[in-house]
């Protein structure tokens, strides 16, 4: 999506899909590997197994993200999490005419709960396009000339220090979104390479484990802390398998360049490759996410 905000200019729209669609390319390759090796023989569920067993309690961490938006998301729609949870476990049997909305905009409206969330749906889909937009514009104006020089000096120092780098911001913020939205127009405009977005995607990619493993450990059940080790093995490997060697990195890299140059040269396939790919990422993590392999053994 952030790519398409640099679609009128075809150079810049094929660097920046290249730099969207690299964390995809990722993702499967680690799948095409690590999958295979989880059916056959189970590492990554015996690894996380055997972690799980020493585990500790944690504390949380809450978002700076979440803590600027939760206000207005809760001054347009808030439901009841727990009401919803309880239908969808069958412990209590949804009414017919039953509201979740408890306040908001919303709270006390005779719109059916279908209609309030397709409203919501437009109203974040607006909002997003227009902070992508003004992304774009703005990263535009401010990373150019000497600012262009020292961001490019900055990621050419250590790919290592980049990947810790893309692992504590999307740890911060909760999202690796942020990180390859960012990422995406820079690349878009030429003050970073697709060489340099990598290390801090895949880094990006890690640091979503850390969300996921701090939630476990909260509830103490060891099952949820398997899982999430197995989360964060599967991405840990991918970048032991996809980077110290710089000649794995290349059907990545090439891959991520040949879907962009296809989607510049004939915009139709930008759209239609895009919806893929995020299909796509929802049957990774549905089927290669290896925690497949743990539920089957269960």
């Known amino acids: ?57 944690s504390g949380s961490f809450k978002s700076p993200v979440d803590t600027l938006v ?5 001054e347009i729609l808030v439901v009841d999490k727990d009401a919803i949870y309880d ?11 039953q509201s979740f909305v408890t306040s908001g905009a919303f709270e006390g409206s005779s719109l059916s709960d279908g209609s309030i969330g397709a409203i919501t749906v437009c109203i974040g889909f607006c909002i997003l396009v227009c902070s992508l937009l003004t992304l774009v514009k703005m990263l535009a104006k401010v990373f150019m000339g000497p600012t262009k020089r020292l961001i490019s000096k ?27 939205s960012t990422l995406t ?13 990598y290390p801090l995607v895949i880094g990006a990619n890690l640091g979503t484990t850390g969300t996921a ?19 964060f093995w599967f991405n840990m490997f991918g970048i032991l398998l996809f980077y110290p060697i710089p000649i794995t990195r290349k059907p990545i890299l090439s891959w991520a360049r ?3 140059f296809f989607s510049a040269a004939w915009s139709m396939s930008a759209g239609s490759s895009s919806s893929w790919w995020h299909r796509a990422s ?15 053994r269960c």
């Open 154 to 180: 900055l990621l050419n120092y250590n790919g290592y220090i980049n990947i810790i780098v893309g692992t504590m911001i999307t740890f911060c913020v909760h999202s690796s979104t942020v990180v390859t």
């Open 70 to 74: 939760n206000p207005l998301a809760q």
């Open 1 to 57: 999506m952030v790519a398409f905000g640099q679609v009128g200019d075809r150079v810049r729209f094929q660097r920046a899909m290249a730099a969207a669609t690299v964390h995809d390319m990722y993702n499967l390759w680690s799948v095409f590997v690590l999958f295979p090796l989880e059916v056959l023989l189970h590492p990554l569920e015996e690894l996380s197994i055997a972690m799980s067993n020493a585990k500790t309690n």
């Open 213 to 231: 493993l701090l939630a476990a450990l909260v509830t103490g059940k060891s099952d949820s802390v398997a899982i999430a080790l197995v989360h």
């Open 282 to 296: 929802c049957w990774d993590w549905c089927t290669c996410a290896p925690p497949t392999a743990l539920w089957w």
């Open 185 to 197: 127009p820079l690349a878009g405009l030429g003050v970073i390479t697709l060489e340099q977005v």
């Open 87 to 97: 239908v969808a476990t069958g412990d209590v049997v949804c009414e017919p005419g």
């Open 258 to 260: 040949s879907l962009a």
